[in-house]
Every structure is written in structure tokens, then in C-alpha cells.
């Protein structure tokens, strides 16, 4: 028996309980412990993955009781791809943290790090559990942590915090209304067990009743259209250590999910013929990813800019899932990596600039491509890719999603990816235009001067990692995504 | 066709990816960075010589690099239709780095490294699409040239600048979205993407399918092209430099969309699969339209550079025209017109922008009696005005013999006579401006006095290239042999 697949969280919860006391200690250690913490979990995730995908799934009995009734602890492709995504982009996400807290949150920065970690451990475990209930007992750690998070931001912070603590309460709270009918159904939490147990009684209300509550529940943490109303002052007003933190895998955390429930405790047709849930997510989905588009060209702040993007691309996975074909759920998968590496990158900026400039008015960045050169190639790289330019990733998530909707035979899901990506275009571009095209340097001799090296070198490690993750995309596809995808619809 | 593994296609698309780089690390040193540009310029056209014997020989060198998608690599090939493409664009960059380098400096323009860098992607780019092997390697390059472009087209950053990147980016991204739809349509219908004189499309595609297909793909590549209603970014992006006007708006950009249409139609569609979506008359019926509407048009610009621009858009249709009618004489018409426009309409820009360098005049109003002050810019203008009226022995007349050819053996007579009203438009917007700089007075203009010699030296060679390809089309280059090479290739297979 392997260890792998707890030796994943273990290292990001035991560090947020060492955070404090090296703090007490000495605040120089505080970045330490967790960044080790954070590359164990991610040195692990790797690990996993590349064991997964040469001798299949791993399965680690938690305190050796054995499933059903103990927890088990699975890495498979699906939760092995996921864990490497968090971890990797959470790793590079507490790198960031530390001199952007220092700057922002100083009087906070030993709690900053342990609840971050906290953050983390609780997103990492969801993706590893095989239990429902587990599952619930991280994903109530995680948002705990993230409420927390967001609420030492700017002023306006604790309202968005507690807006976000509603709207997520109810969300955990469904979740574990569904999971207790379930459990009442078929007598199990282990979803592997479940999944069996279910099969014959999916005409149950009960197991209905389920379905509904787990896929409101994680449509809301996900902030799918239109259950999006938490994420947009969540983002803007989070601290942009937190923000940097949270936005790239949060919520992708939630799609997998609903991928791992509706495609793998579930039988994908369930979803579909006894209650149209994947058509309802992907319908909900292409209407987000329009509506979060025009949003965001409306914004006038660069963070809230990111946030309303971030509702039109978390809706990119919604659709690909909903999609329920091999093809878009390849695209789903590889935009929850594509689009974590991106929106990380950009929200890096965001948070460099306001480092610099105290500032992250649209209108505000004329000339500042200049004055920032590298920070802003960065955020260059992640635009492109957000509007699918060729060969950075986010065109391959589009060539997928693209090639799913042609195979579902749906114009709507093609025009609303395509009418997406020009969307995405206007509003970038209209920032792209302030930094590098307008005229800001003449009368404007302030002199501001490039991040930080400890702020960008993650910046601009993910701005190189969304190239090489758009080059190498057909190995993740081939390896990893395609198995997972064809084994998934298989059943 | 006898495949080859050679890097040096890769090569020639890397060396001013490299440049680039090389460009913004040395921006400080503007002659060192200039040294970039220059020696990428000959490098790149060195590579992409050095491929022309082995394509002559009946040999197809290539490489295929990774695969970007499960079972489509990013692959190089280099066919006649090809390498006739990036011949032209990689000789005249050289050219270009010489007259941007004169043209830059004289007016002292800013941001010149930004300039000079983007410059050489969209050189890299146009390579890339120019060897792409197949329609995922083209759509990677054709969407990193409308991004590299941008910058140039935005370069005086005004807010008339601004405005037509805005369009630019409007018309070129749509076109993007349209084919990459229309490329996933493909992969999903088709056995591959690679492509193939005669076409890869199944034989069992049904007539509406292939018309819904060839719409996207018209659109995707005509908004380049400048085929009509999908024109109006091109006379707009004229606010950029005039050599991003002279090398991209009349070579690189432009060509890439008709070079385009050439690889869907020939080796995607294939001719018969393009008779029968029955779409080759109303294709057919928008290039005339565009052809006389464009030069029509063009007679109302004042602005010396939109007259140009117009005049582009209608002689891109000339090459659309070409490609659709799918006849062996139109192919060798149309394809040969991309070299000869590319000479002659490079260098009517390179003198409207030494015009602008040396008076800061840019409309044509403006231009009475200049022929006294810069009589060999102006001659050059009169040459290259007479190559595209198709006056022989000049290039335009050569390619539009064969196209002329072409429509005829298409049985569209009507087509013809809109090629031969378009020349007698060609004279009548073109020969003013030279007859106002050479016979109309003005004190304005007495002393000689050229632009610098950066840029008359360019713009003489290209004339004499302009000349030189009417009278030997076959010298040095092989453009003709190449033309008829890819006529033959695609028709044959296709017509049997």
C-alpha cells in the first residue's frame, strides 16, 4: 500500500499548524515552513501522477479501516491531474504571498500563511477523498479558510467576505443535505461503493433530490452563472496575496467536483435522461460565458476586470462538462490548468501593480507597460492566451471545447466560444492599449519601477508555463485527459 | 513528391523569432539592433533559397516538430505553392529592413525596437504559414500574425491609431474564429489535416456542408485577403508606418489570406469538392465586385496611402478570382499575381512613403510638380502604376494574361471583361498622380532632392524587380515555374 495519496494534504495541514508557532519563533521562518510544506504536497502530487499514469490508480486506506466504512484516499488520472494543479499553482501562489502580505496584510501575515495553507490542504483533500462525507469535512476547511482570507482585504472586504460566507454556507450546506440523502439511499459514503449501490435505484426521488442539491451546491461554489454573485467583490476586495491564491484554483476545485459526482458516482447518463443536469449546467455555462465577458469589459478596476473573467471562464469548464462528451470534458480539464496558470499570472500583475502603484484603475496603466516591462510581458502572455491566441494554452482549450461542441452538433455552445473569445479580446485589449499604445510617459515623469524579483519570478514562471502548457498540450491530452475522459463516458 | 527531413524550413521560421528577442535585448543600441534585423533578413531569405532547388527537384522538404493536438503535429513542408510565397516575402523584407531602417530614422519616429520586433514575428509568422504542413500549423501562425501586426498598426499611438487597431482587431479576430471553426469542422469530418494537392475532404461530405464550410473558410482568410465586405481594416491600418503598409498591407498580411484561400481550395477543398458546394460563382461574383468596387473606390481617396490600400484590395481579388475559377491558366495567373502585385504595390508604397519622409505630404492634392524634386521616386511610381494598369512587358501584365486566360477557359466572359475594365480603373486612379508630379508646376518643389538613399535604393531594386519579372518570369526565382508547378499539382489530381 502506497502512502501517496494522503502524503498530499498532510504536508499542507502540518505546516499550517507549524506556520504559528514559527511565528512565534521568528516571522523570517513563517515563509519558510509553508513554502516547504507546499512543495512536499506539491513534490508528492507529482509524484502520484506519474505513478498513476505508469501502473494505474492508488488507493490508501485512511487508519487502515477499510472502505466502505473507512475513508479511502484515491489518486486516479482525474484526482491525480487535479492535485498536481492545485498544488503546483498553490506552491507558486504562497511564493507571491509572502512579499505581497508583507506589503498588504503585515499585521496579518503569520495568520495570512496558515490559513492559506489551510487553503490549501482543504482543496487538495477534496480532490484525493473517495468519501462524500470527507469530501465535505475539506470543502467546509477550505472555504472557511477562504471566507477568512478574503475578509482581511481592503475596507470594503468583510462586506464581500460575508456575502461569500452566505452564499457559501448555503452552497456546503446543500452538499451535505445531498450527501445525507444519499447516504440514507444507498447506506454508503465510499463513492466508489455508492456508485454501485446507486445504479439500480436511480429513479428514486430521494437519489434525485440528491442530484439537484449537489449540483446547486457546487454550481454556487463554483460561482456558475448565474450563482456567481459572491465572486466578483470577493476577488476585487481580497487582499492580492489572496486573491493570487485563491481565484486560480478555487473554484476549479468545486468543477471537479461536480466532474468526479455526475461522471463518476453517477453514471453520466443519470445526469442526463432522469434529470437534465448536464444540460442545465451547460446551457447555464454558455450563458455565463457570455455574461461574465460583458462584464468585464464594463469594469473600470483591473482586479475586478480578472474577477468578471473569471465567471465567463470557470463557465469554459461548466460547458465542457456539460457537454457530456469525451472531447469537452478534455477541454473542461485542460482549461482548469490552462486557466489556473493564466488567472494566477494575472492576478500576480494586479497585485504587483497595486504593490507599485497603490493603484488598479484601467485608465491608471497608460505608459506603465514601459515602466514595468517584465510584469507586464507576464500579463501580456496570459491576455493572449485568455483570448485563445495561438500557441499559448488557452487556444487549446478552446480547440477542444470546440471540437466537443461540434460533436454534440450545438451552434449555440460553437457561437458562444467563439463569440467569447472576441469578448475577451475587447477587454484585454483595451487594457493592453493603456499599457503599451497610449501616450503616458511625456508629461507623466513619475518614475515607477519593476516588481519586486520575489513577485516576479512566479509571475513570470506561470507567463512561461502557459506557453509550454499550450506546446505540450497533446501530452497532457494523450497521457492523462483522454484516458480519464474516454474511461469516464465508457461506463 | 518525394519527402525530406530538413531543418532548415524551422530554421527559416525560427531565425527572426530569435531576432526579435535579440532586437529588445539590444534596444538600447539602435545600430547594433538594426544589425538584427538585417542579417535575420538575409539569413531567413538565404534558408529559404536554399529550399527552392530542392522543391524544383520534385523533393518536399520538411519536418514535423510535436504533436499540438492528438494526432496533428506541428509540421513543416515546403511545396512549390510554398516556397513561391515565402520567396516573395522573405526577399522583400530584406529590402524593407533597409527602407524601415531610412524611414524610421528620418522621421524619428518612437518606439523603434517595439517596431523592429514585431517586425520580425510577423516575418516568422508569415513563414510559418507559408510551410505550414497543415490547417492546425496554419491557423497557429495566420492568428501569431494578426497578433504581431497589431502593435504596428497601433505604433503612433494616436487616438486615430488606436481606433484602427481596434477595427483591425475586430475584422482580423472574427476571421480567426471563423477558421478555427471552420478547421475543427474539418477534423471532425476529415481523416487528417495535413494537406493535400486535390484535398483532403471525405468524398461522402454533402454539397450544403461544404457550402456552410467554404463560407467560414472565405471568411476566415478573405478578411485578410480584403475581400469585400470584410475590407474596411485595411485602408484604416494605413495609419501605420508606410513600411508596415508597404511589407505587410501589400505583401505579407494580405497575401497570407489569398496564399489561404489557395491552400484551402487546392489541398483542402480540391476541385471538384469546390464545384460541387457551389460556391465558386458567387465567390467568384464577390471578387469582381470587389475588384471594380475597390478601384472605384480608390479614385476618391486623396490620401495617397488609401488610394493604395484600395487599389490592394482590388488586386487581392484579382489573385481571389483566380484561385476560385480553378481553371490551370487562372491558377498560374492568380499565384503569379501574388509575386508581381507584391513588387509593384511594394513599390508604390515605398515611394509614397519616401514622398511623406522627405515633405511630410500624404495627400495627393498635395503633390503637384514633386516629380521635379524626387524625379527618381516618381519614376519609379510611374513604372510600377504601369505594371499594375497590366501594361506589358511589365509583371502585372503577365499575370493577368493567364488570368484573362483563365476566365475564359472557366466560359465566364463576364469575368473577363471586369478584368479589363479594372486595368483601364488602375490607369485612371494611378496615371493622375504621376501626370500632377511630372507635368502640373508648383513652386513648392524645385531642387532635387531625393530621400535618403536607405530608401530609394530599396525601391529602385523593387522596380527593377517589377520589370524583370515581366520580361524573365522565370529568372532566378522560378516564380512562374512554381505557379504552373501548383496549378498542375492541384488540377491535375483533381480534374484527372
Not at chain 1, 322 to 350: D, E, Q, R, S, T
Not at chain 1, 364 to 369: E, I
Not at chain 2, 319 to 329: E, M, N, Q
Not at chain 2, 353 to 367: C, F, M, P, Q, V
Request: aromatic residues 10%.
Amino acid at each position: 500500500m502506497t502512502h501517496i495519496p494522503v502524503l498530499i494534504p498532510a504536508p499542507l495541514l502540518l505546516a499550517a499548524f507549524l506556520v504559528p508557532l514559527a511565528g512565534m519563533l521568528h516571522q523570517g521562518l513563517v515563509p519558510a515552513v509553508a513554502l516547504a510544506g507546499s512543495a512536499a504536497a506539491a513534490a508528492f502530487a507529482v509524484l502520484g501522477l506519474r505513478k498513476v499514469i505508469a501502473e494505474g490508480p492508488l488507493h490508501y486506506e485512511l487508519g487502515n479501516w477499510p472502505p466502505p466504512v473507512g475513508i479511502e484516499y484515491i489518486l486516479d488520472p482525474l484526482s491525480a491531474f487535479m492535485a498536481v494543479v492545485v498544488t503546483v499553482t498553490g506552491f507558486l501562489s504562497l511564493v507571491y504571498f509572502r512579499p505581497s502580505a508583507r506589503h498588504e496584510i503585515p499585521d496579518r501575515f503569520v495568520t495570512g500563511h496558515a490559513v492559506a495553507l489551510l487553503l490549501l490542504a482543504g482543496l487538495s483533500g477534496m480532490v484525493v477523498t473517495g468519501d462524500l462525507f470527507n469530501l465535505f469535512v475539506f470543502l467546509e476547511i477550505a472555504s472557511l479558510s477562504a471566507y477568512a482570507l478574503v475578509a482581511i482585504g481592503d475596507k470594503q472586504a468583510p462586506v464581500a467576505a460575508f456575502r461569500y460566507l452566505i452564499l457559501g454556507s448555503l452552497g456546503g450546506s446543500f452538499y451535505v443535505l445531498g450527501v445525507g440523502f444519499l447516504y440514507f439511499a444507498t447506506g454508503s459514503l465510499n463513492m466508489a461503493d455508492v456508485a454501485e449501490r446507486l445504479a439500480p435505484i436511480y429513479h428514486s426521488r430521494a437519489v434525485i433530490a440528491a442530484a439537484v442539491l449537489i449540483a446547486v451546491a457546487m454550481a454556487l461554489k463554483m460561482a456558475l452563472f448565474p450563482l456567481h454573485l459572491w465572486l466578483p467583490d470577493a476577488y476585487t476586495y481580497a487582499p492580492s496575496a489572496v486573491a493570487g491564491l485563491i481565484a486560480p484554483i478555487m473554484t476549479k476545485v468545486a468543477a471537479y467536483v461536480l466532474i468526479r459526482v455526475f461522471l463518476g458516482v453517477f453514471q453520466p447518463s443519470f445526469a442526463i435522461d432522469h434529470i437534465p443536469l448536464l444540460p442545465a449546467i451547460s446551457w447555464l455555462a454558455a450563458g455565463g460565458i457570455i455574461f461574465g465577458s460583458v462584464m468585464a469589459i464594463a469594469q473600470q478596476d483591473l482586479r475586478r476586470m480578472l474577477a468578471y473573467s473569471s465567471v465567463s471562464q470557470i463557465a469554459y469548464v461548466g460547458l465542457g462538462l456539460g457537454m457530456a462528451n469525451p472531447l469537452g470534458l478534455v477541454g473542461a480539464l485542460l482549461h482548469v490548468a490552462n486557466h489556473a496558470f493564466m488567472k494566477a499570472c494575472l492576478f500576480f500583475v494586479a497585485g504587483s501593480l497595486r504593490y507599485r502603484t497603490g493603484s488598479v484603475g484601467i485608465s491608471d496603466l497608460a505608459g506603465m507597460g514601459r515602466k514595468m516591462p517584465w510584469t507586464f510581458a507576464a500579463f501580456t502572455v496570459a491576455a493572449l492566451s485568455m483570448i485563445g491566441i495561438p500557441p499559448a494554452a488557452g487556444f487549446f482549450s478552446k480547440w477542444y471545447l470546440l471540437l466537443g461542441a461540434l460533436e454534440v452538433g450545438n451552434g449555440w455552445f460553437v457561437a458562444a466560444i467563439l463569440l467569447s473569445s472576441l469578448l475577451n479580446a475587447a477587454y484585454f485589449f483595451r487594457v493592453l492599449e493603456n499599457l503599451y499604445a497610449k501616450a503616458g510617459g511625456k508629461e507623466d515623469e513619475s518614475r515607477v519601477a519593476e516588481a519586486p524579483a520575489s513577485m516576479l519570478m512566479p509571475t513570470l514562471l506561470l507567463a512561461v508555463g502557459i506557453l509550454v502548457l499550450g506546446l505540450l498540450n497533446s501530452l497532457i491530452v494523450t497521457e492523462m485527459l483522454m484516458p480519464v475522459a474516454s474511461g469516464m463516458y465508457r461506463r | 513528391m518525394e519527402f525530406v527531413l530538413a531543418s532548415r524550413p524551422l530554421l527559416a521560421v525560427l531565425v527572426s523569432l530569435l531576432a526579435a528577442i535579440l532586437i529588445v535585448v539590444c534596444g538600447r543600441w539602435p545600430n547594433l539592433r538594426e544589425g538584427w534585423t538585417l542579417l535575420a533578413a538575409v539569413t531567413k531569405f538565404g534558408l529559404v533559397f536554399s529550399l527552392l532547388g530542392d522543391v524544383l527537384g520534385g523533393r518536399t522538404p520538411g519536418v514535423t516538430l510535436f504533436e499540438v493536438s492528438p494526432g496533428i503535429a506541428l509540421a513543416l513542408r515546403v511545396d512549390a505553392l510554398g516556397i513561391s510565397f515565402a520567396l516573395s516575402a522573405s526577399l522583400l523584407w530584406i529590402l524593407t529592413s533597409v527602407y524601415s531602417i531610412g524611414y524610421m530614422r528620418s522621421l524619428g519616429e518612437e518606439h523603434q525596437t517595439r517596431y523592429f520586433a514585431s517586425f520580425a514575428i510577423c516575418l516568422s509568422s508569415t513563414i510559418g504559414i507559408a510551410f505550414a504542413a497543415n490547417l492546425l500549423t496554419f491557423i497557429i501562425f495566420y492568428e501569431m500574425l494578426t497578433i504581431a501586426t497589431y502593435p504596428l498598426v497601433v505604433h503612433k499611438g494616436t487616438p486615430e491609431a488606436l481606433a484602427s487597431g481596434q477595427k483591425y482587431l475586430v475584422y482580423l479576430l472574427t476571421g480567426g474564429g471563423a477558421l478555427l471553426l471552420a478547421v475543427a469542422w474539418v477534423r471532425n469530418i476529415a481523416p487528417t489535416l495535413d494537406f493535400q494537392p486535390g484535398g483532403i475532404l471525405p468524398a461522402a461530405t454533402g454539397a450544403t456542408e461544404l457550402a456552410l464550410l467554404l463560407i467560414l473558410f472565405v471568411v476566415g482568410v478573405g478578411v485578410k485577403a480584403g475581400l469585400m465586405p470584410l475590407h474596411s481594416w485595411l485602408p484604416a491600418a494605413m495609419v501605420a508606418p508606410t513600411p508596415v503598409s508597404a511589407l505587410l498591407h501589400a505583401v505579407a498580411v494580405v497575401k497570407a489570406g489569398v496564399f489561404g484561400l489557395a491552400r484551402v481550395t487546392g489541398f483542402v477543398f480540391g476541385a471538384d469538392m469546390l464545384q460541387r458546394s457551389g460556391a465558386i460563382n458567387p465567390v467568384a461574383a464577390l471578387a469582381a465586385a470587389t475588384i471594380l468596387l475597390a478601384s472605384l473606390l480608390a479614385m476618391a481617396q486623396d490620401n495617397l496611402k488609401r488610394r493604395l490600400a484600395y487599389s490592394t484590395i482590388g488586386h487581392l481579388s484579382y489573385i481571389v478570382l483566380g484561385i476560385v475559377l480553378v481553371t490551370p491558366d487562372a491558377w498560374r495567373g492568380g499565384l503569379f499575381h501574388i509575386v508581381t502585385h507584391a513588387a509593384m504595390k511594394i513599390t508604390l508604397f515605398f515611394c509614397a512613403g519616401a514622398i511623406y519622409a522627405k515633405t511630410h505630404r500624404e495627400n495627393i492634392s498635395e503633390l503637384d510638380g514633386i516629380g521635379k524634386q524626387m524625379p527618381v521616386t516618381l519614376g519609379a511610381f510611374g513604372v510600377a502604376s504601369l505594371g499594375l494598369a497590366g501594361v506589358p512587358p511589365l509583371g502585372g501584365f503577365l499575370s493577368k494574361w493567364f488570368l484573362a486566360g483563365g476566365t475564359l477557359a472557366a466560359e465566364q466572359p463576364a469575368l473577363l471583361a471586369v478584368l479589363i475594365i479594372s486595368g483601364l480603373l488602375n490607369a485612371a486612379y494611378l496615371f493622375p498622380i504621376v501626370y500632377r508630379a511630372f507635368f502640373r508646376h508648383s513652386d513648392q518643389f524645385t531642387k532635387f532632392a531625393e530621400a535618403s538613399p536607405l530608401m530609394v535604393v530599396p525601391l529602385c531594386l523593387t522596380t527593377l524587380l517589377s520589370v524583370g519579372l515581366g520580361i524573365f518570369p522565370d529568372a532566378f526565382f522560378k516564380w512562374f515555374s512554381l505557379a504552373n508547378e501548383t496549378a498542375i499539382s492541384v488540377l491535375q489530381v483533381a480534374v484527372k
